[in-house]
Antibody, heavy 119, light 106 residues
Framework: QVQLVESGGGVVQPGGSLRLSCAASGFTFNNYHMHWVRQAPGKGLEWVAFIRFDGTNEYYADSVKGRFTISRDNSRNTLFLQMNSLRPEDTAVYYC????????????WGQGTLVTVST | DIQMTQSPSSLSASVGDRVTITCRASQTISNYLSWYQQRPGKAPRLLIYAASGLESGVPSRFSGSGSGTDFTLTISSLQPEDFATYYCQQSYSLWTFGQGTKVEIK
């Protein structure tokens, strides 16, 4: 079955960096666009970043533009999110999600990985 | 940027009740609208795609409607496992989520 498994979360100091990974299985990874979405503690969902199936185009939310970089390794069926210059407001559970269908919905989602930015 | 506004932010309902959640887009999005359910501590789960398409495996008591700027998610007869938070999402221009609607037990 289709599965997405995130890893790489943890505690980091403000100004620090972290790299998240999302391992995909059960589908042809290099055929699908992928996304990162985050959820701050007790808050709603916020779309973070998109990458085209072949890695040739990316979009970012204004809140992370210039600090975060989405990438993928289709040979390893893995999605990444490089997060630099981290701020306390970046504290959240980060989910990867597969884009699906003619109207670009997200299905499925991974289980999430928690990033905490704190001194 | 397209803003998505859900109402209400929370509601209390009983098992068997009919529940309706609305989602309004700040500009027309055709039918580029999805609905997700999120239970506490879990990842979101797709319920409805393209405004009214029922995802495989989702019970038929869930339905979606609307086009343009106004959309609704309806649960025809609330079940215990439906107590959760529901989010709408537009995918017409980049991607934006509504703020969520928490459905609680009355």
């Amino acid at each position: 079955q289709v599965q997405l498994v995130e890893s790489g979360g943890g505690v980091v100091q403000p100004g620090g960096s972290l790299r998240l990974s999302c391992a995909a299985s059960g589908f042809t990874f290099n055929n699908y666009h992928m996304h990162w979405v985050r959820q701050a503690p007790g808050k709603g969902l916020e779309w973070v970043a998109f990458i085209r199936f072949d890695g040739t185009n990316e979009y970012y939310a204004d809140s992370v533009k210039g600090r975060f970089t989405i990438s993928r390794d289709n040979s390893r069926n893995t999605l990444f999110l490089q997060m630099n210059s981290l701020r306390p407001e970046d504290t959240a559970v980060y989910y990867c999600a597969k884009e699906q269908g003619s109207h670009n919905w997200f299905d499925p989602w991974g289980q999430g990985t928690l990033v905490t930015v704190s001194t | 940027d397209i803003q998505m506004t859900q109402s209400p932010s929370s509601l209390s309902a009983s098992v068997g009740d009919r529940v309706t959640i609305t989602c309004r887009a700040s500009q027309t999005i055709s039918n580029y609208l999805s609905w997700y359910q999120q239970r506490p501590g879990k990842a979101p789960r797709l319920l409805i795609y393209a405004a009214s398409g029922l995802e495989s495996g989702v019970p038929s008591r869930f339905s979606g409607s609307g086009s343009g700027t106004d959309f609704t998610l309806t649960i025809s007869s609330l079940q215990p496992e439906d107590f959760a938070t529901y989010y709408c999402q537009q995918s017409y221009s980049l991607w934006t989520f509504g703020q969520g609607t928490k459905v609680e037990i009355k």
